[in-house]
């Protein structure tokens, strides 16, 4: 009697208990079809499963009454219905894709990013350094990339047909005044920054939003590495060059270091060249960086660089002797807080102090002094997946004094700006940025306001197009302020059509340009005005391809039709740095321990009064050897076929060249103490 007790009970409450559940079942698709392994639940509870191959689902709950169902995959926007479960029929589940939020898209348009983003990738450190004959020189690392000219007397950045001066350079968003260090004419100036004092690098050829001013062409915003979690020593020597720097890491912090030594005089006494120098080149600097993660969500940034610069050249009327300090220091904070704001503020100096003994006759002495504060605040809101909004106000004060002889001028001017920018994504795939920049010049007492325009169509990881419009502004030479007090800002007005195709192996990016400049200095009647105007318009071509193991090869070519009535021109008419077709191919090759390059380099002659110059061309050829995982050892030599190449005529019809036609570089580097296979960098 007992035993059939416990059973009929038993019996009662399994009866009970399976008329308390409910089956939930159904099927998911999205517009393409039946979707698999959707996790489809009651929230609150485990009771849940899993849809098959056709979509279906089914499982059962013993939740009663109003509930909510939830269904959710990875890339979708998740799926909720909340109803009485016993009243819920069979469900028709479709899930839309989800969005890609305002602050994961990258746009490539107009910029090459290096380091910062994997899609596009195109350089790190250590490709600068072993980037046919960049040598370790971030600046002609850079010339390897469509959009800028080679003007080989100087070595300068020039883009799509803008002077040197009209490419500006940016380290943690915060304005450095001379980017270059001095040398003679034929002599390349190189870049003041190693290329591994950075994590990333954009280099955009315009097209750029409100953040940036006071740069017709183009930007070369540069951002720092972050704090360090090991300790770092690392040594390395060539012919012309000795360097040693290293970190020491603490628990949220890290301080760097680095000292350089370049030298001339070895190396001219192993190659002399067509030159007589009474003082080889010689350039002593030294740089250091402090970084702190004060909190989760504040990051502290110092950099400090001094660099001594000296050479001597024999002419024949005179012993031309050139010497340089240049100083820059930044510092910068970074925060976020509740509610998607963050908020940056930086101030960062840089100081020139320039001096030429017999610069044009013997015994005479020219003196320029430049100095330049720059301040600035950025406050960033993400308001949602569709909408991000960024804010900022920046100062310059900047001075000038120059004195040659018994002439000269005492130069001081403030800029304010201010910018605000709105990214927003429109519809799945399709991106708006706008932007407006404002800008105030005391000397001139003038208002400008920019408006500038990016839309972007991104439907996948392959391939985007980007249509570009904007003003951007530029305050005239300290020689032209300091003569003309109201002298107004340079303009130049982008028009950018961008495509491009990205895969594994395969890039290829075609951008037809067009710019149009106004109010450039001009001599009207022995005064200066911003009165000069031109145009400059081309397109440019880049290929990457990597479809054959072990090989890379990419080709670069740049059409630009430039032509400027400014400073003192009488006619509307090319200017003397701008070169019609620019081409460079380059290949590298892997095998084992050794990573071969070979480069071409390819630009059509120079207009100037006395005549065109030759076409430039340059075959160049690197060798890199992984000898030890903190061993690497690199070689190259530039144009191997020795060709006297012709920088620019003189009005005497005098040509301008190259000291050497060949140049060779080897070089060991050495990482010390380091925790990282071939990780060279000091900081």
């Known amino acids: 009697m007992k035993t059939q007790l416990i059973l009929f009970f038993s019996a009662l409450l399994i009866s009970t208990g399976a008329l308390a559940q409910t089956t939930i079942r159904g099927t998911v698709t999205d517009n393409q079809g039946p979707l698999v392994g959707v996790n489809i639940f009651v929230v609150g ?17 013993r939740e009663k009454g109003e509930q909510t169902v939830r ?19 069979a469900l028709d589940i479709r899930l839309r894709e989800q969005a890609t939020s305002i602050d994961e898209v990258v746009v490539t348009a107009s910029t090459f990013s290096m380091g910062k983003s994997y899609q596009f990738k195109k350089m790190d450190a250590l490709d600068v350094v072993m980037s046919g004959n960049s040598c370790g020189d971030l600046v002609s690392a850079l010339q390897t990339l469509p959009g800028t000219q080679k003007v080989g007397e100087d070595g300068k950045l ?8 009209e490419c500006q350079t940016f380290i943690n968003g915060m304005h450095v005044l001379a980017p270059y260090s001095t040398n003679v004419e034929g002599q390349t100036q190189r870049g003041r920054f190693s290329p591994f004092l950075f994590k990333g690098m954009s280099f955009s050829l315009g097209g750029y939003s409100g953040e940036y001013g006071q740069a017709l062409s183009s930007v070369l915003p540069m951002e720092t590495t972050d704090v360090a979690e090991a300790d770092k020593l690392g040594v390395s020597a060539s012919l012309v060059d000795w360097n ?53 969500r504040t990051v502290f940034k110092s950099y400090a660089g001094y660099d001594w610069t000296s050479v001597g050249q024999r002419h024949p009327d005179r012993d031309l002797a050139m010497g340089e300090h ?45 100095n330049e504060l720059h301040l600035k605040a950025d406050l960033r809101k993400t308001l949602s997946n569709a909408l991000k909004l960024s804010a900022g106000v920046e100062n310059y004060l900047r001075g000038s004094e120059k004195r040659y002889e018994a002439t000269g001028y005492d130069l001081h001017y403030d800029l304010f700006a201010a910018h605000f920018d709105a990214n927003i994504r429109i519809a799945r795939g399709l991106f708006l940025n706008i932007s407006s920049r404002g800008e105030y010049l005391d000397r001139s007492r003038e208002w400008l306001l920019m408006p500038r325009a990016t839309l972007s169509y991104v439907p996948n990881d392959n391939f985007q197009m980007s249509l570009m419009a904007g003003r951007y502004s530029q305050t005239a030479e300290d020689d032209f302020l300091a003569i003309a007090k109201g002298l107004r800002q340079g303009l130049a007005d982008h028009t950018i059509l961008s495509m491009q195709y990205n895969s594994r192996r395969t890039m290829l990016r075609v951008e037809p340009y067009y710019k149009r400049y106004s109010r450039l200095p001009l001599l009207v009647d022995g005064a200066y005005r911003a009165e000069g105007h031109g145009d400059s318009k081309g397109v440019d071509v880049f290929f990457e391809n990597s479809s054959i193991r072990n090989l890379t090869v990419t080709a670069a070519y740049s059409f630009n039709d430039s032509r ?28 084992g321990k050794f990573i071969l390059g070979l480069a071409d380099s390819y630009a059509s002659g120079r207009v100037y009064a006395a005549g065109t110059t030759p076409y430039y061309n340059s075959l160049d050829a690197n060798i890199t050897y992984l000898a030890h995982p903190k061993v690497i050892v690199y070689a190259s030599l530039n144009n191997l076929l020795g060709r006297t190449n012709i920088y620019r005529i003189e009005p005497d019809g005098t040509r301008i060249g190259a000291t050497r036609d060949r140049f060779f570089y080897l070089g060991i580097f050495v990482s010390l103490k380091n925790n990282k296979a071939y990780d060279i960098a000091n900081f």
Not at 261 to 288: Q, V
Request: glycine share 10%; hydrophobic share 35%; proline share 2%.
């Open 71 to 89: 269904a959710v995959l990875l890339g979708y926007e998740d799926f909720n219905i909340t109803a009485d479960l016993s009243t819920l029929g």
């Open 326 to 370: 240049n100083v820059y220091g930044n510092a910068t904070l970074n925060t976020r807080f509740d509610g998607g704001y963050s908020l940056f503020v930086g101030a960062a100096y840089s100081a020139m102090i320039y001096d030429v003994e017999s610069a044009r006759v013997a015994g005479d002495h020219y003196h320029n002094f430049r």
């Open 244 to 296: 040693v720097g290293g970190t020491k890491a603490f628990s949220r912090s890290s301080l760097s270091f680095n000292a350089s030594l370049t030298h001339m005089g070895l190396y001219n006494a192993i190659f002399p060249d067509r030159c007589t120098w009474t003082r080889p080149y010689r350039k002593l600097s030294g740089e250091a960086q402090y970084k702190v993660e004060i909190s989760p």
């Open 158 to 165: 020039y883009v799509r047909g803008g002077e040197s001066e």
């Open 564 to 591: 400027r009535l400014y400073k003192d021109y009488d006619v509307l008419r090319t200017p003397e740095y701008a070169s019609r077709h620019n081409f460079r191919v380059t290949a590298k090759y892997s095998l």
């Open 45 to 61: 509870t485990l009771d849940g499963g899993i849809s098959d191959a056709e979509g279906h689902f089914s499982f059962v709950t």
